[in-house]
């Protein structure tokens, strides 16, 4: 990152949520930081100089939840890999839950990702540190060390801890170091062998259900060990109007619980199960209309402040078979601006509100404030995107690894220009 | 997200049998008749027609089913087909197989249509999603999905005895949870457009938003759920489901749901009793009600064989025939 060029970006759209600019201006960046903004200093000779007439420029996008696959899954995916779907997905930083192999449950794992990440250069890799040791729900990790190897926060990937003595001691353990806990919200029993919403879609279809009572048991029960430990926690993957609303109740005591919402949550339903659609085979599931509509409200009235994109990309293999038998998850970088910008066309959020959920929204998520923002001085990470620009998705052009999209052959709008991490281009198209 | 009808082929005929939910009423109908007509053939002599000669047909059985593969088999045979029977469970994926290198490598042995039993809702879809063009899929039961065929042949016994389906009262008592076949079922009574359909159980075996999700009423109580049906449709209930967090025991079961004359006394004086079977007697029905008069059970197995004659035979491009047509071929 030492030899970041100088360079403008000119004529562009700036929308920076953290200071509430919303302008067209220029940019001007040099050593991997935002130099000035509108005019550039004197003497100031970029390297190369951007044209962003028409598009938006705005901070680099910052995501909670994006599996990378390596170390230990690489017939999935690699950080390589992900790391160019996430250029060109415009998101600079993201955190990677620790279910790899091995679990992200000590120091070295968690360097090793930030080595091989930075090696790469493409998007700042953040792990997430196991909350218990193998991810197995008993014995708590050596949360100290992980956070000084560099862990933005704790997480138990998608295995809940089912003892909720462990939970308690982890919670706490975690509060003594001021480390945010990401918790998934599924009760492990009532979610086993389930597959689909317990509703009237999967109900039709004959898939085991997961019922709303799998999250709300679970928020409630995260909810009070919170309250009683004064830890921070973090609901990642909300998926229910009852979850929401019992976090925007505790939010409103003053407990410190944020949540967030998988963006296929806000535009796909039970109904896209309809003809077994292995890529629709998600966990938390599609739930009902009324589920997105108040998932989307909490996201309108702040009680959810980040959008995910909770990428998941899967071998071929993984999604070949019977709905229930393949693997859960999608491969959801390069659809993220793209379905974030629908919030937008729907009237959910405007065009700002939407960027803050995506910048530094999920930044305070990770009580980074030097991420997700654009103001002089602070990192040179950009997006420069066309809300405009219509494509199809399309086998060809896919980035990722991982294909397991339901999106594959529809068109959506919005796409990604160009990406810089540290002021340097990592993508442009 | 494809919208393409998964089992129709661009001309709206018949091309797999995978659920019997998005057929209209008039295909139902079809394949009613046509079954009706082919009823015929296992009365003959020689009870056989040419309608798929020369086709190789495979039961695919990942789930042990004697009766149901027997039925497919015999039918198959009638229609002239070379008969392939492979019991899955106890050899390709033992061996880890996946299911779709199963379906290839039956492909390469040039297999024209499969019947497949899978202990896995949507198992049917898959197959027929990624099947050669040429091959078709009936489901012979998935999961707690499907079992078109079944929920078929109780159709055509039900109309033997009560032609005028919008007249009907239709009650069906058992573990709906888990099953596949009140599935079929209700979507199949909805769409002939019986106007009253009831399921009776205990709340555990009932899925929460079945209301919604069938378009029918549950009731709790045998006595009343059956009062003024015509016909009660006994759902078989698995073992293992007993002393679990779904049923307490078989004797308690029995005492509330059991079928017995006395509880049979509120149903109309001509009303049928069904059941899938095998028959766990004394635990769904005591043998008074299996073996009595009302009972059409074994006209059930009979229609079984017909009503899979018909699928297999229009899947495999015999649709649009009449009923003249097929007794033609059937005294050729």
């Known amino acids: ?429 | 997200m494809t919208c393409s009808h998964p089992q129709l082929d661009a001309q709206g005929r018949l091309k797999h049998c995978l659920t019997l939910d998005g057929l209209s009423r008039e295909l139902l109908t079809e394949i009613l008749d046509q079954a009706e007509s082919l009823l015929g053939v296992s009365r003959q002599a020689v009870k056989k027609v040419p309608l798929c000669r020369g086709k190789v047909i495979a039961n695919l059985f990942f789930e042990n089913s004697t009766r149901t593969r027997t039925t497919f088999e015999l039918a198959a045979k009638r229609l002239s087909a070379d008969v392939l029977n492979l019991n899955i469970s106890t050899s390709a994926t033992a061996k880890g197989e996946t299911l779709l290198d199963t379906l290839r490598n039956l492909e390469a042995m040039h297999v024209d249509m499969f019947v497949v039993r899978h202990a896995t809702s949507g198992a049917a879809h898959f197959m027929a999603a990624h099947a050669a063009p040429h091959v078709s899929i009936v489901n012979a039961g998935d999961g707690r999905h499907a079992h078109p065929t079944q929920a078929l042949l109780d159709l055509l016994t039900i109309r033997q005895h009560k032609p005028d389906f919008s007249q009907l009262r239709v009650a069906i008592v058992g573990d709906i949870l888990h099953s596949r076949v009140a599935r079929s079922q209700m979507i199949a009574l909805q769409t002939l457009g019986v106007p009253d359909v009831r399921v009776i159980a205990p709340r555990t075996l009932l899925p929460t938003h079945v209301e919604a999700a069938f378009g029918v009423t549950a009731y709790h109580d045998l006595s009343e759920g059956v009062r003024d049906a015509d016909v009660v449709i006994m759902l078989r209930i698995q073992r293992e489901r007993m002393n679990s967090a779904l049923l307490p025991s078989e004797h308690e079961y029995f005492q509330l749901f059991g079928l017995t004359e006395e509880r049979l006394a509120t149903a109309k004086p001509d009303a049928i009793v069904m059941h899938p079977g095998p028959i766990n007697r004394g635990v769904e029905m005591d043998s008074q009600v299996a073996d009595g008069r009302r009972s059409v059970i074994l006209e059930q197995v009979t229609n079984g064989i017909a009503v899979r004659m018909a699928v297999m035979s229009m899947c495999l491009g015999n649709q649009g025939l009449t009923s003249q047509h097929l007794e033609d071929t059937a005294h050729a």
């Open chain 1, 1 to 429: 990152m030492l030899n970041a060029p100088r360079l403008s970006i000119r004529h562009g759209r700036l929308i920076d949520p953290a200071s509430g600019q919303d302008a067209v201006t220029d940019l001007h960046l040099a050593d991997g930081r935002v130099l000035a903004i509108g005019d550039a200093p004197a003497g100031f000779q970029p390297d190369r100089t951007l044209d962003a007439h028409g598009l938006i420029v705005c901070p680099g996008f910052v995501d909670l939840c994006a599996r990378v696959r390596e170390p230990g899954l690489e017939q999935k995916a690699t950080i390589a890999s992900e790391g160019r779907a996430a250029a060109a997905s415009g998101v600079t930083t993201l955190c990677c839950p620790p279910d790899t192999r091995p679990v992200i449950d000590n120091p070295a794992v968690a360097r090793l990702i930030h080595q091989i990440s930075k090696q790469h250069g493409l998007v700042r890799v953040l792990p997430l540190g196991a909350m218990t040791q193998g991810l197995d729900g008993k014995s708590i990790t050596e949360m100290a060390a992980l956070k000084l190897a560099g862990c933005a926060a704790l997480s138990q990937a998608d295995r809940p801890v089912r003892d909720t003595q462990v939970q308690r001691r982890a919670l706490e353990y975690a509060a003594t170091f001021g480390l945010p806990v990401f918790l998934v919200p599924l009760d492990p029993e009532l979610s086993a062998g389930g597959c689909a919403h317990e509703g009237i879609v999967g109900t039709r279809l004959g898939l085991p259900g997961i019922p709303e009572a799998a999250e709300t048991v679970a928020v409630a029960r995260d909810l009070a060990l919170a309250e009683q430990t004064g830890a921070r926690i973090h609901f990642r993957g909300l998926s229910t109007a009852r979850g929401v609303e019992m976090l925007a109740e505790a939010q409103a005591r003053g407990v410190q619980a944020s949540g967030d919402v998988a963006l296929h949550q806000l535009v796909l339903s039970e109904h896209d199960l309809e003809h077994f659609d292995a890529n629709c085979h998600v966990i938390p599931p599609l739930r009902t209309y009324a589920d997105q509509a108040a998932l989307r409200a909490a996201l309108a009235e702040g009680v959810l402040t980040a959008l995910c994109s909770d990428h998941q990309p899967h071998d071929a293999d993984a999604k070949l078979g019977p709905f229930p038998e393949t693997a859960p998850g999608l491969s959801g970088l390069e659809t993220l601006l793209p379905l974030a910008l629908r919030l937008v066309a729907d009237g959910v959020l405007d065009l700002m509100g939407m960027i803050e959920r995506l910048t530094i929204g999920p930044a305070a998520i990770l009580e980074r404030a030097d991420l997700g923002r654009l103001a002089p001085g602070s990192k040179a990470d950009v997006c420069v995107f066309d809300p405009e620009a219509v494509w199809t998705v399309a086998p060809d052009t896919w980035i990722s690894q991982g294909r397991n999209t339901p999106f594959m052959g529809c068109e959506l709008r919005g796409r990604v220009s160009w990406t810089l991490l540290g002021g340097r281009i990592v993508f442009e198209r």
